[in-house]
């Protein structure tokens, strides 16, 4: 097994680590757990940037066509986007959804791992890395907007339903909303981005900006679906339908990333 | 005879109000009666807690039964008005059982409701009232202190006192859980009855900027208006200011509801989907209960706020238990202290801890004068001690007094300057 693996092995671990922390944490009025979930959180987030750096360096830029890679590399940068807004606002129960979905998407990446790619002729261009870093970021802080939305969800409910919960300490609906807008905001901006220079990308590997591929199908699809809801806030539609389809555009990009990677033949396809 | 510490009074758990009001103290007299108390016999320091669930003597004395029986009497003869026979509302703790009461009584673990929060600001001030007569010590001074520190603790370590038991307080909860902040929120209050203008003070208390009041009769409505701030408005047109209401309370006696779906949906579109949290303190009730089906309206009646504030209850009194254990550990760390807070241990503990200095030191002396004889060593042997004699003779003589006031003060003073194995590290 080599180092990084080792290192993502640990990181493994150490987000279950945390997020049973999170959950004892909610449940309780400790402060203790809390400050095991953020070190277990960030020691983690540590030494997923160095197998990260290790896997650059010992392959290059083609294990941005890993989908292993892939995996890593957006729970890296969930984990890595929640404890920066952490260290502004400190969000515990974010915290319990982030770790397990750290943990799950490092695990998948796991279960995928394969070899590295050899990158093809096409695709050694500087588009790649152009499309792939604003793609990756912006999917990262759609992912952080659908764990918003689920405890908006949460919070509502029990809200309309005249039951407190189990759970203490669940941020206002306010502030869930206004947090959920932001990040679907941001997430937009970026992923935009990563859609133009994604089609730049297609022009200079394959010679059309535009291919009917599946995956760009998938993902403009995703990007309508985020415009109409930016668009959706300004007549009304916060709160609980924003929070649902906020979770659905997050599932839509879920099954662009593994179409791009499982369903079609390589090399050819890229979001 | 050993210091020990006693609380004698009642409080709501022996005592009903009429018997309560009839012994409180009025506030101007609280300084004579603090001083009244510690000039009692066999009463060394003392301070009178008074509130409205208690009237509590918290003193220090030599001789228990006796003090017991003279504080029963001085509360007997302070009542004021129609006396009643205190006999059987009185209690008293000493010891351990004094000590563990004054650690509850500051974490409002003995309060009506429990976990309220004025308790600790009213011992606070009791006990800067009789300190300011010259009524306390050191022992007070140590104990209020420590029950102080316990409470903060308790308050920190459980949730004793996280969440709202009131149906306003659950309110303005449940506000803080749909609006993140207050403050910048607009209220609506429908029906300028004495239960609305309640809830809407306790809403401006905790931030709400704005209040729109609303009444049949329009003037009851302007006469509210005006003594909180708030700006009056017809009641036929209030659908027409709802746009801009965060929350509305209803509290009208109107016998159907005076506001249904309709005009809400209205307002939710002008508001942009804006939540609006509705609260209805009406019986029967002035919102329909269909509102609450509307998506970012938020419907509570009274049964549901009583509802969050017993469920709140409940937490609290399993708090309560956790907070039972810290208080017991409390209570077994200032007992060390006092226990040894006595002049002959302290007396015997001060010479042999100079003794063992001196002996310590003429040792080292001796061991580089090797070739001194018998008679210089006696010498220097008789130097030392008479040294250390001469040093110690005016701190004993001064704790050997017995003034009853001060003695406690210079033991805990020579414990501290000479760091005498205090178990107690704090």
């Known amino acids: 097994m080599s180092i990084d693996l080792v290192f993502f092995a640990v990181s493994l671990g150490l987000y279950l680590v945390a997020a049973a922390a999170f959950v004892v944490h909610l449940t309780s009025t400790r402060a203790q757990p809390h400050r095991v979930a953020l070190v277990a959180l960030s020691a983690a987030f540590a030494l997923e940037t160095i197998a990260l750096l290790l896997r650059v360096g010992t392959r290059g830029l083609g294990i941005m066509l890993s989908f292993h890679d892939q995996l890593s590399l957006l729970a890296w940068l969930i984990v890595g986007l929640y404890l920066a807004l952490q260290a502004r606002a400190p969000l515990a129960v974010l915290g319990a959804l982030v770790s397990p979905l750290a943990f799950l998407l490092t695990l998948s990446s796991y279960i995928v791992f394969s070899g590295a790619e050899t990158l093809p002729e096409g695709l050694r261009t500087a588009w790649l890395p152009a499309h792939v870093a604003p793609a990756f970021l912006g999917y990262a802080v759609f992912a952080l907007a659908a764990c918003v939305s689920l405890v908006y969800l949460v919070q509502e409910r029990q809200l309309k339903a005249k039951r407190?919960?189990?759970?203490?300490?669940?941020?206002?609906?306010?502030?869930?909303?206004?947090?959920?807008?932001?990040?679907?905001?941001?997430?937009?901006?970026l992923f935009t981005v990563g859609i133009v220079t994604g089609s730049l990308l297609s022009k200079a590997a394959w010679g059309s900006f535009w291919a009917w591929e599946p995956v760009q199908v998938v993902a403009v699809l995703a990007w309508l679906l985020y415009a109409l809801l930016l668009q959706a806030r300004m007549l009304g539609w916060r709160g609980r339908r924003a929070a649902t389809l906020t979770l659905v555009g997050f599932a839509l990009l879920l099954i662009s990333l593994v179409a791009l990677n499982l369903g079609l033949p390589h090399g050819r396809a890229l979001g | 005879m050993q210091q020990d510490v006693?609380?004698?009074?009642?409080?709501?758990?022996?005592?009903?109000?009429?018997?309560?009001?009839?012994?409180?103290?009025?506030?101007?007299?609280?300084?004579?009666?603090?001083?009244?108390?510690?000039?009692?016999?066999?009463?060394?320091?003392?301070?009178?807690?008074?509130?409205?669930?208690?009237?509590?003597?918290?003193?220090?004395?030599?001789?228990?039964?006796?003090?017991?029986?003279r504080i029963a009497a001085f509360l007997r003869q302070a009542q004021t008005g129609r006396a009643a026979d205190l006999t059987p509302h009185l209690y008293n703790y000493q010891g351990r059982d004094?000590?563990?009461?004054?650690?509850?009584?500051?974490?409002?673990?003995?309060?009506?409701?429990?976990?309220?929060?004025?308790?600790?600001?009213?011992?606070?001030?009791?006990?800067?009232?009789?300190?300011?007569?010259?009524?306390?010590?050191?022992?007070?001074?140590?104990?209020?202190?420590?029950?102080?520190?316990?409470?903060?603790?308790?308050?920190?370590?459980?949730g004793i006192a996280g969440r709202a038991v009131s149906v306003s307080s659950a309110a303005v909860e449940l506000a803080t859980t749909i609006f993140d902040r207050l403050e910048g929120k607009t209220a609506?209050?429908?029906?300028?009855?004495?239960?609305?203008?309640l809830a809407a003070r306790h809403l401006l208390a905790?931030?709400?900027?704005?209040?729109?009041?609303?009444?049949?009769?329009?003037?009851?409505?302007?006469?509210?208006?005006?003594?909180?701030?708030?700006?009056?408005?017809?009641?036929?047109?209030?659908?027409?200011?709802?746009?801009?209401?965060?929350?509305?309370?209803?509290?009208?006696?109107?016998?159907?509801?005076?506001?249904?779906?309709?005009?809400?949906?209205?307002?939710?579109?002008?508001?942009?989907?804006?939540p609006i949290f509705c609260i209805d303190l009406s019986v029967p009730r002035n919102f329909d209960p269909r509102l609450n089906e509307l998506d970012n309206v938020y419907l509570y009646d009274v049964d549901d706020l009583s509802q969050v504030a017993e469920g709140n209850l409940g937490e609290r009194v399993r708090e309560a238990e956790k907070a039972e254990d810290i208080v017991t550990a409390e209570v077994e760390s200032f007992l060390r202290w006092l226990g040894h807070l006595e002049v002959v241990p302290t007396i015997i503990a001060l010479r042999d801890k100079v003794e063992a200095i001196r002996l310590g030191e003429l040792q080292k002396s001796l061991n580089q004068l090797k070739d001194l004889g018998p008679r210089e060593r006696q010498v220097l042997e008789a130097m030392t001690t008479a040294i250390v004699?001469?040093?110690?003779?005016?701190?004993?003589?001064?704790?050997?007094?017995?003034?009853?006031?001060?003695?406690?003060?210079?033991?805990?003073?020579?414990r501290r300057l000479f760091d005498l194995e205090d178990p107690d590290e704090s």
């Open chain 2, 188 to 197: 609506m209050l429908i029906g300028a009855g004495k239960m609305g203008e």
């Open chain 2, 6 to 69: 006693l609380i004698v009074g009642l409080s709501h758990r022996t005592a009903s109000l009429d018997v309560r009001e009839a012994v409180a103290i009025a506030d101007e007299r609280l300084d004579d009666v603090n001083r009244a108390l510690c000039d009692l016999e066999g009463v060394d320091e003392a301070v009178l807690l008074c509130t409205c669930n208690r009237v509590e003597v918290v003193s220090t004395t030599r001789d228990g039964g006796g003090a017991v029986a």
């Open chain 2, 98 to 158: 004094a000590v563990r009461h004054l650690f509850r009584v500051a974490s409002s673990l003995d309060s009506m409701v429990v976990g309220e929060p004025q308790i600790l600001g009213q011992l606070k001030q009791s006990y800067a009232r009789a300190a300011s007569v010259g009524a306390t010590g050191a022992v007070l001074h140590r104990w209020f202190h420590k029950a102080f520190s316990v409470a903060k603790r308790v308050r920190t370590e459980t």
């Open chain 2, 206 to 274: 905790n931030g709400v900027g704005g209040l729109i009041v609303t009444n049949r009769t329009f003037e009851r409505a302007v006469e509210l208006a005006r003594q909180l701030n708030a700006t009056p408005v017809p009641f036929e047109q209030f659908p027409r200011y709802l746009p801009m209401a965060d929350i509305v309370i209803g509290a009208t006696a109107a016998s159907e509801a005076v506001l249904g779906p309709g005009p809400v949906q209205e307002a939710l579109r002008e508001r942009k989907g804006r």
């Open chain 2, 389 to 414: 004699n001469k040093i110690l003779h005016a701190p004993l003589a001064r704790l050997k007094q017995h003034d009853r006031r001060t003695e406690t003060f210079y033991l805990d003073a020579t």
């Open chain 1, 164 to 189: 407190r919960g189990r759970l203490r300490r669940l941020p206002s609906l306010e502030r869930l909303d206004e947090l959920n807008y932001r990040c679907v905001a941001w997430g937009f901006a």
